[in-house]
Structure formats: C-alpha cells, structure tokens
C-alpha cells in the first residue's frame, strides 16, 4: 500500500474510531527497524480549525506472512494491562483485526518522543545521565511487569506451560520445535547448547507474565532515561527470571562486553534494582540458565527471520542479514557452556 493509500485509510479509522470530524494525517513515515512489524508515525489533526486536535500517534501492523506467531490483538491487550498497571507504555487506543479498515490488520498508540538507538545510548555524551540510571530503572520496571495480574486483565490467552511443567521445558520444547522445522543447515552448536539446557533445566518458584523481549533497543529513553517499553508481542507466562537472563544476552551489549546487562550495568546493579522494587530474589544460576536460553532464542529467532524474506513472505535486506548473525551467537553459546 502506498503512503498516500494508507493515509486515507487512517484518515476514515480514526475519524470512527475517535468519533472526530475532518481527521487529516499530518508527518506520515515508516520509521526504520522493526523486522516483525511496520511502524508508522503521524500526527491525526481533527476538530475547529480555531482549536484543532492533534494526536502524536503510531501505528504498528504485520508486514506480511512471517514465520513466528505473533499475534496483533494479544499484542495490543497486553499492552492495555501494562498501561493499567503503571509500567511506562505508549498508550494504546484502537485496535483493528479488519484488513478493509486499514487494509493490514493493526493497532494505533500513542507516539511517545526519544530515542530507541542503542549505539546512541551507549556513546552519546548527551545519555551519559541516562546510562547513570538505566540499570536501575530498567531493574524496577521490570519487577513491576512482573507484578501485573495475568488473571484480572483477562489475559489467559496468553501461552503459559502446562500444569506441573517446567516453564523452562516449555520453552524449550517451543524454540526447539521452531529451530527443527526451519533450520536451513546444521548447527552443531545448538544441538550442544540444547542438550546442555536440558540437563540443567531450573526450578521455578512463581509463574508471572513475562515480556519475552525486554532488552536495550525496545526501550524509548531520554537524557534523564527510559520513556517507555515497547514490543511487548513475546509476552507469556513463565519464569520471571527468563527476563533477567534476555536482558544480559550479549547481542544486546553492543560492544560494552564489561557491562552484561544491557551495555550499561553489571548483572549486580540489575538484580538489586529489581529486588528493590519487589522483585523475587533473583538466584544468579537460574538467570545464567536464562542467559544462555536467550542466546539460543535469538539465534532460533534470526533464523526464522531470514526464512521470510528467502521464502518470499517479506522481501528484506535487514531479514536476510539477521540469518548471518548466528555465528555470533555459536561462538557465544561455546563460550557460555565450554
């Protein structure tokens, strides 16, 4: 669809949706990155044209077919519940599973401002106080994630092991199913790393929702740090401390090796700043485990990724040359079991 197309579309949603007269889009652009969603930034103006409206908005829609399951309405409602319960989201406001209402299934959220580059992050002098704080603040975030009630905002769709199973064996009987059915070539180190996790599988004390994606790069943040937390269509129920274990996986360091968690703090600032907002207490073994899962993860997820663009799903440069960053991953997984 073209961008003139779309904005038309937008243009009739929102005026609906927001039951607005003469809605104009204003600023439409596809933002960069993003390799399982499209997003768009715009502004919606509607109203008086003395005392016009305007809504600094996004949407987030499929690109097309993919090979992960993701699913935009449970997206969209997990969001919903972030929002509710206090953790630094964009607000979400419509959702459409109707391909004729904006011609791609979709939802509209609020645009909140900042940076979400993570190499800006970590050398800009202007987020030096940002890097100061992050930790911390990530730290508390995360355990207020932890705390939100799957049952009251009635999100039981959610993927969540079976009673009496492992959260640990759930998930790795999931990504392992991924991994065998599209695996283009061997790799050895997998098969290693696969085995190594299940002889080492952890106990967990607690189910929570997990966002099953929070890292550096889904974060919007400013000078003084986070802004909001984005990307939540990984969320499950699980083990807590998988997201403790994502956020050191070293593919998120971008370089700062000395700092696992996230290139801006040591696995110790992050786990007492979670205990500190209410938090469990983090037992570092099972993060490691959790840690060396994500590695797994990421490389099972770039390749899914380069399958939709070398089976003709979605036509991209950024897919394809995910596929090659197994490699890093190989040499990492080695590393992390050896």
């Not at 097309?64 to 699913?71: I, K, Y």
Request: with cysteine; aromatic share 8%; charged share 25%.
């Amino acid at each position: 669809m073209t961008a003139d197309g779309l904005r038309q579309r937008l243009e009739r949603f929102i005026a609906r949706a927001a039951h607005a007269d003469d809605v104009h889009i204003e600023g439409l652009r596809k933002l960069p990155g993003g390799a399982s969603r499209q997003t768009w930034s715009f502004d919606a103006v509607y109203g008086a044209a003395s005392t016009p409206v305007r809504m600094p908005l996004v949407l987030r829609c499929d690109p097309g077919a993919t090979t992960l399951n993701t699913q935009r309405r449970e997206e969209f409602r997990v969001q919903q519940a972030a929002f509710a319960s206090t953790v630094p989201v964009p607000r979400p406001f419509w959702l459409t599973d109707d391909a004729e209402a904006l011609g791609i299934p979709s939802y509209v959220m609020e645009r909140v401002e900042g940076e979400t580059l993570a190499r800006r992050l970590l050398r800009d002098e202007a987020y030096a106080p940002a890097r100061a704080v992050m930790t911390a603040q990530l730290g508390a975030i995360l355990a207020r994630i932890h705390r939100i009630d799957v049952g009251a905002h009635g999100l039981d769709f959610l993927s969540a092991p079976p009673a009496g199973e492992s959260p640990a064996l759930a998930e790795l009987d999931r990504y392992e199913q991924l991994f065998r059915g599209i695996a283009p070539e061997p790799h050895p180190a997998f098969e290693l790393a696969l085995r190594w996790l299940r002889q080492r599988l952890p106990a967990c004390p607690t189910l929570a929702l997990v966002h099953g994606d929070y890292r550096i790069g889904n974060v919007i943040f400013g000078p003084e740090g986070v802004r909001a937390i984005l990307d939540w269509e990984l969320a499950h129920v699980g083990d807590p401390a998988e997201d403790l274990g994502w956020m050191c996986v070293r593919a998120w360091r971008f370089g700062s090796d000395d700092k696992p968690a996230g290139g801006i703090g040591t696995r110790q600032e992050l786990f007492a700043a979670y205990e500190g907002a209410g938090g469990a207490p983090v037992d570092p073994a099972r993060v490691r485990f959790w840690e060396v899962f994500g590695n797994l993860k990421w490389a099972i997820i770039c390749i899914a990724q380069a399958r939709t663009h070398l089976d003709g799903m979605v036509r991209s440069v950024e897919l394809a040359s995910l596929g090659r960053r197994t490699a890093e991953t190989e040499m990492e997984l080695l590393d992390l079991i050896g």
